[in-house]
Nanobody
C-alpha cells in the first residue's frame, strides 16, 4: 500500500482545512484508515480512525471539530478540520492498517497561526 497526503497549509485560528489521503497498491487488504499527528517534541498521536463498515473514533481534543471520512470508490480518506486551534499545529500523517501491518504516508504540515 502506498499513501499520499495533501491539503496541509497555514490557516488562521478558527479556520478550516481538509486533508486528503490517496491510497494505491494492495488496497483490498486495508481494514482501517487513520490520521495521526506529531508536533515538535511530542510523540505521534491518534487524531481519528475509521474502520471498514464506518465506525469511527476520535481523540478527545478534536471531537466535534474534526471529521474523518472515506470515499471507497476514490480510494481516498479525508480529514475535515474545523475550528482549528494553534495547538492543532503538527505534521499530520495518514496510516493504513492492513494484512501486513501499518503503512504510513509522508506527512503534511498543518500550521494554525495568526
Amino acid at each position: 500500500v502506498q499513501l499520499v497526503e495533501s491539503g496541509g497549509g497555514l490557516v488562521q485560528p478558527g479556520g478550516s482545512l481538509r486533508l486528503s489521503c490517496a491510497a494505491s497498491g494492495s488496497i483490498l487488504s486495508i481494514y482501517a484508515m487513520g490520521w495521526y499527528r506529531q508536533a515538535p517534541g511530542n510523540e505521534r498521536e491518534l487524531v481519528a480512525r475509521i474502520i471498514n463498515g464506518g465506525r469511527t473514533n476520535y481523540a478527545d481534543s478534536v471531537k466535534g471539530r474534526f471529521t474523518i471520512s472515506r470515499d471507497i470508490a476514490k480510494n481516498t480518506t479525508y480529514l475535515q478540520m474545523n475550528s482549528l486551534k494553534p495547538e492543532d499545529t503538527a505534521v499530520y500523517y495518514c496510516a493504513a492498517d492492513g494484512g501486513l501491518g501499518r503503512t504510513w504516508g509522508q506527512g503534511t504540515q498543518v500550521t494554525v497561526s495568526s
